[in-house]
């Protein structure tokens, strides 16, 4: 199985107090994980948030991290938009809206039958779009 992690699940690791467990998941399946250009953006903003020592550690951190991913990191293109629009229509119809940047993500896991692995399964459950919660399994 491979899977998609999203932005709360990848930054465990550069976090004070990461979530041991979750850093283990990560460790086990490291070679099977994608991420996406979205969850960059959001880890690059979460960065840019700090100050200090802090901020220059976390800029070391997500340049080692977008290194480690190389070629496992997928944007948001032609085929993921027409995957967006069925899912966006879908979902608008069952009245089951989510966040734009989850549905960006959702839709880029869906076009490349990848499990998004995220510990905010509230946002992401939705019919056709499959959820693993790392935090729930440690």
């Known amino acids: 199985m491979s899977w998609l992690l999203d932005a709360d699940v990848l930054s465990q690791p550069a976090k004070q107090k990461g979530h041991a467990g979750v850093i283990a998941w990560l460790e086990k399946h490291k070679n099977h994980c994608y991420t996406s250009s979205i969850v960059i953006a959001q880890l690059a903003f979460w960065v840019n948030g700090k100050q200090g020592k802090q901020r220059l550690a ?53 076009r490349h039958n990848l499990t998004i692995v995220t510990g905010n399964v509230k946002d992401f459950r939705r019919p056709g779009i499959k959820v693993f919660n790392p935090f729930d399994e440690s």
């Open 58 to 110: 976390l800029q070391a951190w997500l340049k080692e991290l977008i290194d480690a991913m190389h070629g496992r990191i997928l944007g948001f293109n032609v085929s993921v938009a027409h995957v967006w629009a069925e899912q966006q229509h879908r979902l608008q119809a069952a009245g089951q809206r989510m966040p734009i940047e989850d549905s960006y993500i959702a839709a880029i896991a869906r």
